[in-house]
């Protein structure tokens, strides 16, 4: 009783990560959206499925509460070739769209060619990765798809194939996905390992593509609810560059009150504010990007420590200070600010243009 309850609350939490960036609704919505793919968080350790369709338990054997906070190289095995794996690894690290023909493992040990597509999930405003998204569209053998796409209407009826799949998601799998588990191991997958490598369909990229947008279409309505808006490019803040993709992911996962910002820029701008940072200063981080620091002065901030602040920036220093600082909200609170340049391995400051400052809120 105590594991399921356990399980249900772990539930929660994962679901926690759509419901506090598209709205209460969002998964009641991607329920009902056909094809089989999934959702996963780059800023929750280990980078962890947060969502699954239930297409993917069609296809893949694996219930929802299965996959729930694993890492999706849950459904890679034995012949799942390397270089596809590494293809999809850069993708993430450079935070880019990519699609690839991959053999992954259904539950029951059985494998079947995929075509994946990955895709980020931007925050429309400064551009940060919230989620990946991740398709899988069955790829069939090169023989039963010249059968289905037979005849003068080749693409039509290729239109027809993915429409049918798309109404009975099960169909193609329904025999495999039943498949007893604790007779798996007795059934000789080697052939379908051993084949060449399938190569996706334009019906089946089309197929992905289209899953995909309408997963955008409703994570991108949903969002509005919240006042976070997503998209699936890239757009950066007026007049702020982006950072480089890996640094971002990198950034995503510290937990403490920082901003970066580029001294390279007129008046020092931030470039990047942390989730601790804006929760512990209530400014949006819309509100923050493109500022500088002094926003958070008050009449009662102390000049002198300003002062002292510059100083050591231009003298590309460390620095430690106690600051009275204000939130957005109007009230106060004490501020144990650390402000650094960043270096590179040798020391110097010439080819990095950000100082990093941390505020950590010091209780009277």
């Excluded at 329904?174 to 996706?200: C, H, S, Y």
């Excluded at 144990?336 to 340049?341: A, F, I």
Aim: net charge neutral.
């Amino acid at each position: 009783m105590e594991s399921s309850a356990a399980a249900a609350e772990e539930e929660r939490g994962f679901a926690a990560s759509l419901t506090a960036r598209y709205s209460e609704w969002v998964v009641e919505e991607l329920d009902e959206l056909r094809g089989s793919f999934l959702l996963t968080d780059p800023a929750m350790p280990g980078h962890p499925i947060v969502y699954a369709s239930r297409g993917l338990a069609s296809l893949t054997g694996y219930p929802r509460r299965d996959v729930l906070g694993r890492n999706a190289r849950l459904f890679q095995g034995a012949a799942t070739d390397r270089a596809a794996v590494a293809g999809v690894r850069e993708a993430v690290r450079g935070q880019r769209a990519h699609q690839v023909a991959i053999l992954n493992y259904r539950r029951d040990g059985s494998p079947h060619w995929v075509l994946l597509h990955i895709a980020p999930v931007f925050h429309a405003a400064d551009g940060r990765v919230l989620h990946f998204l991740a398709v899988q569209v069955p790829i069939a053998a090169a023989t039963a798809r010249r059968a289905a796409c037979l005849g003068p209407a080749v693409f039509a009826a290729c239109r027809e194939e993915a429409r049918v799949e798309e109404e009975l998601p099960c169909a193609t799998h329904w025999g495999e996905v039943f498949v007893d588990i604790d007779k798996r191991g007795q059934f000789d997958w080697t052939g379908l390992e051993a084949e060449e490598p399938r190569v996706a369909s334009g019906c089946d990229k089309e197929k992905a593509l289209s899953t995909a947008s309408s997963i955008f279409s409703a994570l991108n309505r949903y969002s509005k609810l919240t006042g976070l808006v997503v998209c699936g490019k890239r757009c950066d803040s007026v007049g702020i560059p982006a950072l480089s993709s890996s640094l971002n992911l990198s950034l995503g996962r510290i937990k403490q009150s920082f901003v970066l910002t580029d001294r390279h820029l007129p008046d020092m701008p931030i470039v990047y504010a942390s989730d601790a940072f804006i929760s512990l200063t209530g400014y949006s981080r819309e509100e923050i990007l493109g500022c500088n620091c002094r926003f958070l002065s008050g009449p009662d901030t102390s000049v002198d420590v300003l002062e002292e602040i510059s100083r050591h920036i231009c003298c590309e220093e460390a620095c430690t200070v106690r600051l009275l600082n204000y939130r957005k909200d109007g009230s106060t609170f004490r501020d144990l600010l650390q402000v650094s340049p960043i270096r590179n391995a040798s020391g110097k400051v010439g080819l990095h243009p950000f100082q990093v400052a941390f505020h950590v809120w010091v209780s009277p």
